[in-house]
């Protein structure tokens, strides 16, 4: 037996069918089935075209999936408009996540509810890190400070292989924005991206305010 180290640094990692499948039905709520099939095209993707996965949890939507529908909004809308349209997307997912996910996550219960809401942006950021922990080959470390909660992921599906100038996980920043404003009922907070591995950083990390901004 040899120790590959090229064969270690391309073994797969992927999501289950069931989030690539909330991706693709987001991104098409954003852009419609003619721009996501048009995306698909572009990322080199045909056989995802009106063939969507599977709504189960079987590891095998890849990672690379997801960074190439990222990188191919970029190529078609420019930088600004694809961070736009990833936002909306990645809230979008939440919506559609949080309907497959919440019953198996206990965070649409009343004792959940009931919370405060300080307690229960801590929980609900803890809840989620454990759902892509657990489901999926993404792995999301958690960390505190006075004015924000630390949203690290060291291995990412949505920048993965790519290389940026600039941090580009906006689909990662849109399903936090949406999961801080769902837990909080109603509130927007400041959720930014600071370090991104695609730039060379360690890890992707998105500092999630505690405040809200209204
Ligand atoms: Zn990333």
Known sequence: MTTDTSAAAERAFYYPNKIGRIILLATEEVMGRNGVNAVLNLAKLRHLVNNYPPNNFDRQFRFEDVSGIQHALEEM???????????????????????????????????????PIGMKMKVGIEVLAEMFNKFTDQVVRLG????????????????????????????????????????????????????????????????ISKRPLD
């Open 77 to 115: 809308y420019g930088p600004r408009g694809a961070r736009g349209l990833a936002l909306r997307a990645g809230r979008a997912c939440f919506k559609y996540g949080i309907k497959e996910f919440g019953p198996v996550l206990g965070i649409s219960d009343l004792a959940f509810r009931l919370l």
């Open 144 to 207: 505190e400070e006075e004015e924000c909660f630390i949203w690290m992921i060291e291995r990412c599906p949505v920048c993965w292989q790519r290389h940026a100038s600039e941090p580009c996980c906006y689909l990662a920043v849109g399903v936090l924005q949406e999961s801080a404003y769902w837990v909080s009922g109603g509130k927007n907070f400041a959720i930014e991206e600071t370090t991104c591995i695609a730039k060379g950083d360690a890890a992707c990390t998105i500092l």
